[in-house]
């Protein structure tokens, strides 16, 4: 009785002295290494493009202020496009100093909301209020810029940028769309440390913040790019082909492209790391990485279906290519969402809370 | 058999009152901690009041919130109160049933909180207020309020100690299955989320570590009630739930819970060694004096019948059909944890009635996202949530013919399956019935 007690306790107490046990090599995955790479090649060049393009916007924008032309215009827009881009890609990665702090929302709400309200921005603009200090997020950002620079024809764009009202709050809108995407490219050079130094997969780490992150951009594309404007919605009547993204510009299939590719390879990384290969390394994750390349591969066939015109008239004439492109991201949520968080052991909710 | 006999004898016998003691004020402690932990964490309103809709537990849909958001936080205030009060002793009786009460009525509160732990506490803190844990070493003996006990029956310092016993032989006897013991499922999901962590990070990515921690475990729950009734190994066992809890509160997310066990097992010490530390902390009138209590015949029945529930009503998981993992009938109330890893993915499309046209919902619209996790994957809060948004969306004036949902599950880190039929109306269904209509488990 005395030996059996004595090899049970040891049995019981084996895990608490298995430290001094090196053992044979360990062949956990290196999240450290992981939180590098997406910092390294992913975040910070997409905060660092978003940037530059933002402040080039804003440089074509006193230029034009200054001397207005169809040239200039013409050259504002593109300017406007390329930050409409890159936006696509720093958009996922609403993580640090992108992140929601206090009365802050995470970027993407700061400065990306759609669909905007014109009626708010021309009152702000002709009340001459360039504050932005209220809760009207879809008075400006991104897509309030978009409006006021391609709402109506070439001569009804440089008409507005001649009157002073409607030039102050784009250039206020565009200067604090520069500050702000500087802010967070400079702040992340800081944070990221702090990023990569921390492994943990607990409710707030950067593992599971970026992961999280992931999945709402990826169900915002689904429901809020495709799914409100093609009124699938609960709740909506019909189509609302106005509710796309980028509406002003016609854009919207190329966002929505550009973001598919920015999430597919955020999701593959590169052969040694990545949540791709985070999957490959544990348990079952072999046939999970196979599912879900094969629906990536049919979700990119759809986006290409889709054409390279408007979503909204695509909306209009024939929705279904963009119903199908709907339905197929659809098909892929549960592997993005329940089965890699159930074989990664990351956890979907954002604060700690008690489990047993 | 000379033991049980023994043993069996001495439930009538005189025994120290001061483990009830221990019992009451570690509880109180507890209570008092983890109510303010709860507080000034901002759960009452982040996990409680931010919701826009409760989950019921079946036979309790009757529980509501309060109707104004202040009486949760004087439900709280009272917690915190009465926790105090249990732990000094003070008004005890008054102060056991309103903390058993306030507590547990948050714990009805919404099913998709449910734990294990938070059901074990409401039980203790019922057992807490029938037994007379204060008339030892308490403010209303000190004040006169109650006579001083200088025994009871051994069954009362029993009942507490089996009540701790069945959760921990439950537990491990749940574990005494392929999933856990062969296939070290969940465990090998679980563990190396932590290669990260200093000193035993390492040990967490070796590949045998989940079949360690697996069978451990098991052992440890089904025989740690024993180890800490044996007075030769008692000090060696509570080291082991000091170690086996503080480990498993640091691997994964469990709050409070480590920390209550800890404190509740010091029940199972001996008498002698609860009137040492009293004496220790509060002097010589912490010794029992006063008089015998004799309980009647009946309170004996009761904690009879009591306990005769807590061994059986796990155990119904049996009546039903299919694996329980997947039905989840008959899962909860038994000592079931930290068995499976098993998330969902739920889709809901809404049928007008008027025009037939089908919208489909944005989970986060209406839950948070701790809910919308619990219940995609549980079948009564799916049928719940059904009906739920079909009353939701009668209020705006959209009358609803059809609610139903498209549901993947992935159980034990399998690839996920679709849960039942996507076209299945669930507003035809009852969540408090067997959910017959699941596809099989794969």
């Keep these: 009785m005395q030996r059996l007690l004595i090899v049970s306790m040891l049995l019981l107490g084996l895990s608490a002295c298995k430290d001094e046990n090196t053992g044979p090599s360990t062949q956990g995955f290196d999240r450290g290494s992981m939180l590098a790479h997406y910092a390294d090649q992913h975040i ?47 958009a996922i990665f609403n993580v640090g100093p992108a992140a929601e702090q206090g009365l802050r929302k995470r970027m993407t709400e700061e400065l990306g909301t759609f669909p905007v309200s014109e009626a708010k921005i021309n009152n702000y603009l002709n009340a001459g209020d360039t504050s932005f200090a209220n809760f009207d997020r879809d008075s400006r950002g991104l897509f309030a810029m978009e409006y006021l620079l391609f709402a109506g024809t070439e001569a009804d764009v440089l008409n507005r940028m001649a009157q002073t009202p409607a030039r102050n709050y784009l250039t206020a809108l565009s200067n604090r769309f520069r500050s702000e995407t500087n802010r967070i490219a400079a702040e992340w050079r800081g944070y990221r440390s702090e990023f990569v130094g921390n492994t943990a997969t607990s409710a707030g780490s950067p593992t599971v913040q970026l992961y999280n992150e992931f999945l709402l951009s990826y169900e915002g594309l689904k429901n809020f790019k495709l799914g409100l404007p093609l009124g699938l919605r609960m709740g909506q009547t019909q189509a609302e082909p106005q509710k796309v993204e980028a509406l002003y510009s016609g854009q919207s299939l190329a966002g929505i492209a550009r973001q598919m590719q920015a999430l597919e390879a955020f999701w593959r990384g590169n052969n040694s790391t990545g949540f791709r290969a985070y999957l490959l390394a544990s348990t079952g994750g072999q ?4 599912r879900t390349e094969a629906q990536l591969r049919i979700i990119e066939a759809r986006i290409v279906a889709c054409g390279t015109g408007r979503l909204d008239s695509l909306i209009t004439a024939n929705p279904q290519p963009a119903i199908d492109l709907h339905t197929e991201l659809q098909r892929n949520t549960r592997f993005f969402k329940s089965d890699m968080s159930s074989l990664l052991g990351l956890t979907i909710t954002f604060s700690s809370g008690d489990g047993d | 058999m000379e033991v049980l006999r023994q043993a069996y004898r001495s439930l009538w016998l005189p025994a120290s009152p001061a483990p009830l003691a221990t019992l009451r004020i570690v509880t109180g402690l507890v209570m008092l901690v983890g109510s303010l932990r709860f507080w000034a964490k901002g759960w009452i309103e982040d996990n409680l009041l931010a919701a826009q809709m409760q989950f019921k537990y079946s036979g309790f849909e009757w529980v509501q919130m309060p109707p104004a958001d202040w009486m949760l936080y004087v439900i709280f205030g009272s917690m915190v109160l009465a926790s105090v009060g249990v732990m000094l002793g003070y008004r005890y009786r008054l102060s056991a049933w309103l903390l058993w ?28 207020a029938l037994l007379p844990a204060h008339r030892h070493l308490s403010l209303d003996v000190k004040l006169g309020r109650v006579q001083a006990l200088a025994s009871v029956p051994g069954w009362m310092v029993a009942l507490p100690r089996w009540q701790m016993g069945i959760l921990y032989v439950y537990a491990g006897l749940a574990k005494i299955q392929s999933d856990w013991l062969i296939q070290a499922l969940p465990m090998r999901l679980w563990l190396p989320a932590h290669n990260h962590e200093p000193l035993l990070g390492p040990l967490f990515g070796w590949h045998y570590t989940p079949w360690l921690f697996s069978w451990a475990g098991m052992l440890y729950d ?41 404190a509740i097992t010091l029940v199972f010490f001996e008498a002698a060694a609860h009137e040492n530390w009293q004496k220790r902390f509060f002097g010589i009138w912490a010794l029992p004096r006063g008089t015998l209590l004799q309980t009647a015949r009946l309170w004996v029945w009761l904690m009879a019948g009591y306990l005769a529930f807590q061994l059986l009503f796990p155990w119904r998981f049996v009546l039903y059909p299919g694996n329980f993992f997947w039905t989840e009938a008959g899962y909860r109330f038994g000592w079931r944890v930290m068995l499976m890893e098993k998330a969902g993915t739920a889709t809901f499309y809404v ?35 059904a009906h739920w948004l079909a009353a939701h969306y009668e209020k705006q004036g959209i009358p609803v013919a059809k609610v139903r949902a498209e549901v993947y599950i992935t159980l034990q880190g399998k690839p996920s399956q679709l849960y039942f039929h996507p076209q299945l109306n669930l507003l035809t269904l009852n969540h408090r019935d067997f959910p017959a209509w699941l596809y099989p488990a794969p």
Aim: charge should be negative; aromatic fraction near 14%; charged fraction near 15%.
């Design chain 1, 287 to 290: 046939e999970l990485v196979n």
């Design chain 2, 222 to 262: 089904c025989t740690i009630p024993f180890w800490l009734s044996w007075k030769k190994s008692r000090p060696w066992a509570y080291l082991t739930v000091i170690v086996f809890h503080a480990l498993t509160g640091w691997l994964f997310q469990i709050g409070m819970f480590p920390v209550v066990m800890m």
């Design chain 2, 351 to 385: 049928t007008r009635a008027d025009n037939g046209r089908e919208g489909e919902v944005d989970n986060a619209e209406f839950l948070l996202p701790h809910q919308e996790k619990q219940m995609a994957m549980q079948p009564d809060m799916l049928v719940q949530y």
């Design chain 2, 101 to 128: 009460g306030s507590f547990t009525y948050i714990e009805l509160l919404d099913l998709t909180w449910y734990l294990n732990h938070y059901y074990f506490i409401s039980l203790l803190l019922l057992l807490l």
């Design chain 1, 44 to 90: 910070q060049p997409a905060f660092d493009s978003l940037s530059t393009a933002a402040q080039e916007l804003h440089s074509r924008l006193l230029g034009l202020a200054a001397q207005p032309s169809p040239v200039q215009l013409g050259e504002l827009r593109a300017a406007w496009s390329r930050v409409y881009l890159h936006w696509q890609t720093a």
